[in-house]
Protein backbone atom coordinates (compact mmCIF):
# COMPACT_ATOMS: atom_id res chain seq x y z
CA UNK A 1 0.00 0.00 0.00
CA UNK A 2 1.66 3.50 -0.93
CA UNK A 3 1.89 6.33 1.88
CA UNK A 4 -0.88 8.07 -0.29
CA UNK A 5 -3.09 5.84 0.36
CA UNK A 6 -2.22 6.33 4.51
CA UNK A 7 -2.90 10.22 4.11
CA UNK A 8 -6.30 11.39 6.14
CA UNK A 9 -7.97 14.78 5.97
CA UNK A 10 -7.98 16.28 9.30
CA UNK A 11 -11.25 17.59 10.98
CA UNK A 12 -13.00 15.17 8.10
CA UNK A 13 -16.50 15.52 9.68
CA UNK A 14 -16.11 18.97 9.98
CA UNK A 15 -14.75 19.75 6.55
CA UNK A 16 -17.60 17.28 5.60
CA UNK A 17 -20.31 18.88 7.12
CA UNK A 18 -19.21 22.77 5.90
CA UNK A 19 -18.98 21.71 2.61
CA UNK A 20 -22.22 19.58 3.02
CA UNK A 21 -21.55 16.56 1.12
CA UNK A 22 -19.99 13.22 2.25
CA UNK A 23 -16.23 12.99 1.38
CA UNK A 24 -13.77 10.47 1.83
CA UNK A 25 -11.59 10.28 4.72
CA UNK A 26 -8.48 9.75 2.16
CA UNK A 27 -6.91 12.64 0.63
CA UNK A 28 -5.99 10.96 -2.09
CA UNK A 29 -9.55 9.27 -2.51
CA UNK A 30 -11.42 9.66 -6.07
CA UNK A 31 -14.13 11.79 -4.74
CA UNK A 32 -11.77 13.95 -2.11
CA UNK A 33 -9.52 15.08 -5.42
CA UNK A 34 -12.79 15.59 -7.52
CA UNK A 35 -13.81 17.88 -4.77
CA UNK A 36 -10.49 19.62 -4.37
CA UNK A 37 -9.56 19.94 -8.08
CA UNK A 38 -13.12 21.50 -8.66
CA UNK A 39 -13.64 23.64 -6.38
CA UNK A 40 -16.99 23.49 -5.86
CA UNK A 41 -18.07 24.50 -2.57
CA UNK A 42 -14.99 25.60 -1.11
CA UNK A 43 -16.41 29.04 -0.47
CA UNK A 44 -18.51 27.14 2.62
CA UNK A 45 -15.44 26.49 4.16
CA UNK A 46 -13.74 29.21 7.20
CA UNK A 47 -11.11 31.25 5.58
CA UNK A 48 -8.21 29.06 7.34
CA UNK A 49 -9.44 25.84 5.87
CA UNK A 50 -9.89 27.83 2.41
CA UNK A 51 -6.42 28.67 2.81
CA UNK A 52 -4.88 25.18 3.36
CA UNK A 53 -7.18 23.48 1.09
CA UNK A 54 -6.32 25.70 -2.52
CA UNK A 55 -2.50 25.19 -1.21
CA UNK A 56 -3.00 21.38 -1.23
CA UNK A 57 -4.66 21.89 -4.97
CA UNK A 58 -2.00 24.08 -6.28
CA UNK A 59 0.72 22.50 -4.67
CA UNK A 60 0.07 19.01 -5.42
CA UNK A 61 -3.07 18.91 -8.13
CA UNK A 62 -1.61 21.30 -10.74
CA UNK A 63 -0.30 19.44 -13.86
CA UNK A 64 -1.45 19.27 -17.38
CA UNK A 65 -1.87 15.69 -17.53
CA UNK A 66 -5.27 15.10 -19.29
CA UNK A 67 -6.30 12.78 -16.92
CA UNK A 68 -5.61 15.25 -13.72
CA UNK A 69 -5.97 14.47 -10.52
CA UNK A 70 -6.10 10.88 -11.63
CA UNK A 71 -2.36 10.77 -13.36
CA UNK A 72 -0.67 9.79 -10.74
CA UNK A 73 0.94 13.17 -10.45
CA UNK A 74 -0.68 14.19 -6.84
CA UNK A 75 0.68 11.31 -5.44
CA UNK A 76 4.35 11.70 -6.73
CA UNK A 77 4.30 15.20 -5.87
CA UNK A 78 3.00 14.47 -2.50
CA UNK A 79 5.82 11.79 -1.85
CA UNK A 80 8.46 14.53 -3.23
CA UNK A 81 7.32 16.67 -0.25
CA UNK A 82 7.72 13.95 2.21
CA UNK A 83 11.54 13.64 1.08
CA UNK A 84 11.33 17.25 1.05
CA UNK A 85 10.90 17.14 4.62
CA UNK A 86 13.11 14.42 5.56
CA UNK A 87 16.12 15.67 3.87
CA UNK A 88 15.53 18.75 5.69
CA UNK A 89 15.98 16.71 8.88
CA UNK A 90 12.53 15.89 10.08
CA UNK A 91 11.58 12.81 11.92
CA UNK A 92 8.47 10.71 11.32
CA UNK A 93 6.39 13.02 13.73
CA UNK A 94 7.64 16.13 13.07
CA UNK A 95 6.98 15.67 9.06
CA UNK A 96 3.54 14.47 10.74
CA UNK A 97 3.05 17.90 12.33
CA UNK A 98 4.12 19.71 9.24
CA UNK A 99 2.17 18.00 7.13
CA UNK A 100 -0.82 18.64 8.82
CA UNK A 101 -0.19 22.24 9.58
CA UNK A 102 0.56 23.38 6.01
CA UNK A 103 -2.26 21.22 4.05
CA UNK A 104 -4.79 19.71 7.17
CA UNK A 105 -3.38 16.50 6.54
CA UNK A 106 -2.02 13.55 8.11
CA UNK A 107 -0.71 10.26 9.08
CA UNK A 108 0.25 8.24 11.69
CA UNK A 109 3.75 8.67 12.47
CA UNK A 110 4.37 4.85 12.03
CA UNK A 111 3.34 4.73 8.33
CA UNK A 112 5.21 7.40 7.90
CA UNK A 113 8.84 5.76 9.31
CA UNK A 114 7.85 2.62 6.99
CA UNK A 115 7.51 4.33 4.44
CA UNK A 116 10.91 5.69 4.79
CA UNK A 117 12.56 2.24 5.98
CA UNK A 118 11.18 1.27 2.48
CA UNK A 119 12.70 3.62 0.70
CA UNK A 120 16.62 3.18 1.90
CA UNK A 121 15.74 -0.70 1.36
CA UNK A 122 14.88 0.40 -2.26
CA UNK A 123 17.58 2.51 -2.59
CA UNK A 124 19.98 -0.44 -0.58
CA UNK A 125 18.60 -2.34 -3.47
CA UNK A 126 19.68 0.28 -6.43
CA UNK A 127 23.21 0.70 -4.90
CA UNK A 128 23.86 -3.13 -5.00
CA UNK A 129 22.87 -2.98 -8.91
CA UNK A 130 24.80 0.43 -9.40
CA UNK A 131 28.02 -2.17 -8.21
CA UNK A 132 27.21 -4.93 -10.21
CA UNK A 133 27.00 -2.51 -13.02
CA UNK A 134 29.67 -0.73 -11.86
CA UNK A 135 28.48 3.04 -12.66
CA UNK A 136 30.69 4.49 -9.62
CA UNK A 137 29.16 7.65 -9.85
CA UNK A 138 25.68 6.35 -9.67
CA UNK A 139 26.61 4.41 -6.75
CA UNK A 140 27.76 7.38 -5.15
CA UNK A 141 24.39 9.14 -5.90
CA UNK A 142 22.38 6.34 -4.00
CA UNK A 143 24.86 6.35 -1.28
CA UNK A 144 24.30 9.65 -0.65
CA UNK A 145 20.47 9.70 -1.06
CA UNK A 146 20.24 6.93 1.01
CA UNK A 147 22.90 8.77 3.80
CA UNK A 148 20.08 11.48 3.95
CA UNK A 149 16.94 9.19 4.21
CA UNK A 150 18.43 7.54 6.96
CA UNK A 151 19.21 10.50 9.10
Known sequence: MAIT???????HRQLASQLETNIPKGAFKGATLDILFQGEGLEKLDEATQERVLDFS?????CGCDNNPYCGCPERKFVRYLLELR?????????????????????YSGDVLSFLDSGI???????????????????????????????
Request: glycine residues 6%; charged residues 35%; proline residues 2%.
Open 5 to 11: DKIYVKN
Open 58 to 62: SDFLD
Open 121 to 151: RTLEAAEGLAEVEGTQETQEKIRRSKRDLAR
Open 87 to 107: AQGLGPDAIVDVMTDDYMVYA
